[in-house]
Antibody
Framework: VQLVESGGDLVQPGGSLRLSCAAS????????MNWVRRAPGKGLEWVAG????????YYSDSVKGRFTISRDNSENTLFLQMNSLTVEDAALYYC??????????????WGQGTLVTVSS | DIQMTQSPSTLSASVGDRVTITCRAS??????LAWYQEKPGKAPKLLIY???TLETGVPSRFSGSGSGTEFTLTISSLQPDDFATYFC?????????FGQGTKLEIK
């Protein structure tokens, strides 16, 4: 099982960014997927989750209305569209596989993360 | 959101020591708790889920216990590879939350 994130970059406040996570080694569509982040000097924060089919999505209050999680099960890829970015969104973003079909359990596989920097 | 509080934040120990890390939840989470190990530059690794179930491949020197609001992770005999950061995570609700982490250092 492997998860490889990409798309992290330096972006200005108010800007947008799209993160990707390429998955391999498991039946991608059978498991929920999540984005988890760690801001500099802070703890881990769950950001968003999506069901295996993609029909159900869940967000933390801190990103609701600004971020959109999606997935392409034909390409085994997870996405996070981030809009209206603020300096508080700067973090290392991890892709994390849920342990079952809906994003409600623990994370049994994580990627190494992709870095998002928000600065003018 | 459910708040998770870990203690201690840093722990100094020697190879062969038995160590215990505590995680407390702000409300009851039954046994819906996981423990992870993290090393610099590497992906976090699942160690234990449902408070005490060892993930496949994790050495038996790791164990977890607890229910409700108080949980512990114990390493029975520290090995050099165990010096890392450990954090807990509750999954009582879909809005999963994490402890702030415990850094296990070599004494």
């Amino acid at each position: 099982v492997q998860l490889v994130e990409s798309g992290g970059d330096l972006v200005q406040p108010g800007g947008s960014l799209r993160l990707s996570c390429a998955a391999s080694g498991f039946s991608f569509s059978s498991f929920a997927m999540n984005w988890v982040r760690r801001a500099p000097g802070k703890g881990l924060e769950w950001v968003a989750g999506i069901s295996g089919s993609g029909s159900s999505t869940y967000y933390s209050d801190s990103v609701k209305g600004r971020f959109t999680i999606s997935r392409d099960n034909s390409e085994n890829t997870l996405f996070l569209q981030m809009n209206s970015l603020t300096v508080e969104d700067a973090a290392l973003y991890y892709c994390a596989k849920d342990s079952w079909e809906f994003p409600e359990y623990y994370f049994d596989c994580w990627g190494q993360g992709t870095l998002v920097t928000v600065s003018s | 959101d459910i708040q998770m509080t870990q203690s201690p934040s840093t722990l100094s120990a020697s190879v062969g020591d038995r160590v215990t890390i505590t995680c407390r939840a702000s409300q009851s989470i039954s046994r819906w708790l996981a423990w992870y190990q993290e090393k610099p530059g590497k992906a976090p690794k699942l160690l234990i889920y449902k408070a005490s179930t060892l993930e496949t491949g994790v050495p038996s020197r790791f164990s977890g216990s607890g229910s409700g609001t108080e949980f512990t992770l114990t390493i029975s005999s520290l090995q050099p590879d165990d010096f890392a950061t450990y954090f807990c995570q509750q999954y009582n609700t879909y809005s999963r939350t994490f402890g702030q982490g415990t850094k296990l250092e070599i004494k």
